[in-house]
């Protein structure tokens, strides 16, 4: 008999077309239900809360006092909680951010049992290609989705095993029809039976085994009362199937006496038997790009900065950082970061954004004022203390500020030696803006707020110190208007309409119309992008340009700026007629010593269903594309194959290849390539006749949550029509990228780690005599100059550096992004006392032995290794 197991459950999305506040009422009501039902019925086992335990934090901050009920339902196994904190994306939301996910979710459903380790995803936009390897670093070795899979992937059964390229495993088992295949099942038999005859034949064709389920939940559900009179009504049904409640674990327990199930590896991204929305990752920019840029400063900055200050002798601040990551993984889920919500729910999503952004920011800032504040000097000047949070020595060129009473001044290093810079900006700023104190007594002399660049050399993972000394004379600068720019890698003039004409130096090669904007219509809602039919594109290469260019000893920046005529909205569109605009504004900073242009694009939208995107040719046609994902890279065809087929295999969408990537994409041959680097946008295609061109989604503009008939999407709206005038994106818009040309394929050329110092910029902190915070001494002493380790030069990368959750260690994480196996070296010094392997739940595995202070990691590719570190 074929056993089908009915898993009690409730999928609940916190947030979607409804907030999180109309959720929650629901969610109080059900789980009163729930409890009731597990407490009082003997007979009824389990039921599965989601996967993700921010629900119960959602109760709790309601019913505290029902903690203990909880606690004893999950003791007893029947309220199945975790490994979750939010069900997260897999596309565009970082391998850290994955990783916390699962670190505070089994964290805190340890708080009461033991969480349920499978990596249940069920409706996640597509499954990343490394979400193994992060399983299997929390020792989980299943997992259980929908979305992504047909049988071009090697198999057409329901069950497998999913492999990274480093090894790791997991055993599948796919929902093919969904989670919510037993919603509200009726008991009218009639209506019952019209409902199985659906499901069963594609249950039986899929399964490798005779146990088959039968998901009874669905989208804010409450539990199913009448279940068991249901199930007398399907065994009178089919009398051949054996009907039971059940959980997702005994499914596994029999999926494992299998012995020939396919494995598979790469990702899912197919949306032939269900919907993945391919083009879903460039809906509301604004908050893509706010959680891109929050990501990065949390791994990037923020905690190694925690670890320095630590390591120092300060506390490092867990409840405030894990506050700032639950804050930004509530935005996780895939309706939330996808941004397919309604207008209110997307205002939320922003504003914890907003939230998270500000306390990491404020936070930074409390950590660098702590160390600077403390440092044994017998000077009494003012100071400036630049930081690196990468693990090796780098030379840069830093722009900051300066505030001082000063109206001349010099700066000189710890020998006293004096250091060159450049003034670029002064103004006076009122001494309110200070210290209120200053003021209140009387002193309304300004300060004078300067803008001052330099190159310095910074040691690993530390900082140096220089002294602010009051001086004779304003310094001058190098300064110059300039028609074009020439620093150690490129030649760079503006062309007429605003594009970049770059000679490559080292390459010897021009490219041109670089950063040229493409316009098109957008008829389509906040799942897909649907252009026109038979639409002409309109690009700016016939616009007039605004430019001017500047360069000093240290770098050089190219101020660009103008109007594109767009049609306002889709109706005009189709009439061919442009009456709205876009204002287009770019600012490029290129060191003269760095082979980094890096792009702010500021945007200002007037006009409606539409999608921009910007250019960047390469002079080169690959198959093929390379772009990150969490903790390694992925490679994928320019031309999905399956646009061929798509329309007589009846596919759920277009797959049209527009991909997401988190921190870079690189398209090259073995001679050169470029690569784009990005801390806002993750949504990019391969374009032209040849595919030699990188198209930039910057945005979409668009009106609705859901709509029906799309040209590459027919069929049912997705979501429900609900209109959202915000996603229209009319206002301002910021986005940060960079342009990266080089020698080599995009692997070789390690595009990984040159996107991670892109998205690791030096910090600075200037000490002045005043401060409206004021705090007391730490009796911490720090020295004028501090290195925390260093690495010696690899392929490898950082992912972050942070203080462990469990003991006082501090954690490093590295991963290989190459094609070939590679090996991370670190230099502890001699102040190292433990060293362990551990795995991402920061479990210690195994002890290490360092070298005379010096560790040795070797490294799979796409593969991460955890270190703890007691000093």
């Known amino acids: ?186 008991q009218d038999e009639a209506a019952l039976q019209q409902r199985m005859e659906k499901y069963f034949p594609v249950l039986d064709r899929g399964a490798t085994t005779d146990h088959q389920l039968l998901p009874n939940g669905h989208d804010q559900m409450p539990i199913q009362k009448d279940i068991y009179e249901v199930m007398e009504k399907l065994k009178q049904l089919y009398p051949d199937r054996e009907f039971f409640l059940s959980k997702y674990e005994n499914i596994f327990a029999e999926l494992e006496k299998q012995a020939n199930l396919a494995t598979l590896n790469g990702e899912f991204l197919d949306g032939k038997y269900m919907r993945v929305h391919r083009s879903i990752f460039s809906t509301r920019m604004d908050i893509k790009a706010a959680n891109t840029r929050v990501e990065n400063k949390i791994t990037n900055l923020l905690e190694p900065l925690a670890s320095m200050a630590y390591d120092l ?40 954004l907003f939230l998270a952004e500000e306390k990491t920011d404020q936070l930074i800032e409390f950590y660098k004022r702590q160390m ?129 004409n770059i000679w490559d130096k080292q390459l010897e090669k021009s490219f041109d119309q670089v950063l040229l904007l493409e316009n098109g219509g957008d008829d389509g809602d906040e799942y897909d992008y649907s252009p026109l039919e038979n639409e002409e594109l309109i690009f700016s290469d016939d616009v007039e340009a605004d430019v001017a260019l500047e360069q000093n000893d240290y770098a050089a920046s190219i101020d660009i700026r103008y109007s594109m005529d767009v049609p306002k909205d889709i109706k005009e569109r189709k009439a061919g007629e442009r009456t709205s605009k876009v204002d287009v504004h770019f600012n490029l900073s290129i060191s003269n010593h760095k082979p980094i242009i890096e792009v702010t694009c500021e945007l200002d939208n007037f006009a409606k269903d539409h999608r921009l995107r910007t250019y960047i040719p390469t002079g080169l046609s690959s198959s093929f594309s390379i772009a990150d994902n969490q903790f390694g890279h992925i490679k994928r065809d320019v031309y999905d194959a399956a646009m061929d087929v798509w329309q007589e295999e009846n596919w759920s969408e277009r797959p049209d290849p527009i991909y997401p990537m988190l921190n870079f994409i690189g398209l090259s041959n073995e001679r050169y390539g470029i690569s784009v680097l990005t801390n806002s946008t993750r949504e990019y295609e391969i374009v032209g006749e040849y595919y030699d061109t990188i198209a930039l989604t910057l945005f979409r503009s668009i009106g609705h949550l859901g709509k029906a008939d799309m040209i590459r999407r027919p069929g049912r709206p997705s979501g429900i029509k609900l209109p959202t005038p915000d996603s229209q994106m009319i206002g301002k818009l910021t986005l940060d990228f960079a342009l990266y040309l080089h020698k080599g394929s995009t692997l070789q050329a390690n595009v990984a780690k040159v996107a991670k110092e892109y998205l690791t910029p030096v910090h600075t902190y200037n000490k002045i005599p005043y401060n409206a915070m004021k705090l007391n001494e730490s009796g911490v002493k720090t020295p004028l100059s501090f290195q925390l380790l260093k690495e010696e030069g690899t392929h490898a990368v950082l992912s972050t550096l942070k203080k462990s959750e ?53 490294l799979k590719v796409n593969q991460s290794q955890t270190i703890s570190i007691k000093r």
């Open 372 to 500: 600077v504040d403390s440092m044994e000097t017998s000077h009494d000047m003012d100071r400036l203390t630049l930081f690196n949070f990468l693990p090796y020595e780098r030379e840069e060129v830093v722009t900051m500020e300066i505030i001082s009473k000063y109206s001349a001044f010099s700066l000189e290093n710890e020998e006293g030696e004096a250091v060159e810079y450049e003034v670029l900006q002064a103004e006076e700023i009122d001494p309110g803006l200070i210290d209120r104190q200053i003021v209140h007594y009387g002193n309304y002399e300004p300060f004078i707020q300067y803008k001052i660049q330099l190159k310095a050399t910074l040691p690993a993972m530390g900082y140096r110190t220089l002294f602010v000394k009051e001086g004779q004379e304003s310094r001058g600068h190098s300064k110059q208007n300039k028609q074009s720019i020439e620093t150690d890698y490129y030649k760079i003039s503006v062309n007429s309409n605003g594009s970049l």
């Open 313 to 352: 002798g300060f506390e490092y601040h867990h409840g405030l950082i894990e506050l700032i990551w639950k804050e930004i993984m509530k935005n996780h889920a895939h309706d939330s970061i996808g941004c397919c919500c309604s207008d209110k729910v997307h205002r939320e999503i922003a504003n914890r």
């Open 806 to 858: 469990q003991d006082d260690t501090l954690v490093l994480r590295v991963f290989n992004p190459s094609d070939e196996a590679s090996e991370a070296i670190y230099h502890f010094g001699d102040e190292v006392k433990e060293v362990y392997r551990t795995n991402l739940n920061e479990d210690r595995q195994e002890e290490l032995i360092p070298d005379q202070g010096t560790l040795t990691v070797p």
């Open 1 to 186: 008999m074929k056993q089908v197991h009915i898993v009690p459950h409730m999928h609940w999305d916190r947030e979607w077309y409804f907030s999180t506040e109309e959720s929650r009422i629901l969610l109080v009501n059900n789980m009163e239900e729930i409890m009731d039902r597990l407490e009082t019925d003997p007979d009824y086992p389990y039921y599965v809360l989601d996967g993700q335990t921010s629900i119960l934090e959602d109760y709790f901050a309601v019913k505290p006092e029902a903690k203990d009920r909880v606690k004893k339902l999950v003791q007893a196994g029947k309220l199945i909680i975790g490994p979750w904190y939010t069900q997260t994306d897999e596309m565009v939301v970082g391998g850290e951010s994955i990783v916390r996910n699962l670190l505070y979710g089994i964290k805190d459903s340890k708080e009461f049992g033991n969480p349920m380790m499978i990596g249940y995803l069920p409706d996640s936009f597509g499954q990343s290609a490394q979400m193994p390897h992060i399983l299997n670093g929390f020792d989980i070795k299943y997992t259980i989705f929908w979305r992504g899979t047909s049988e071009r992937h090697g198999t057409d059964k329901t069950e497998f095993h999913w492999e990274t390229k480093d090894g790791s495993k997991v055993l599948v088992q796919l929902l093919p029809l969904g989670y919510a295949i037993g919603k509200y099942l009726p």
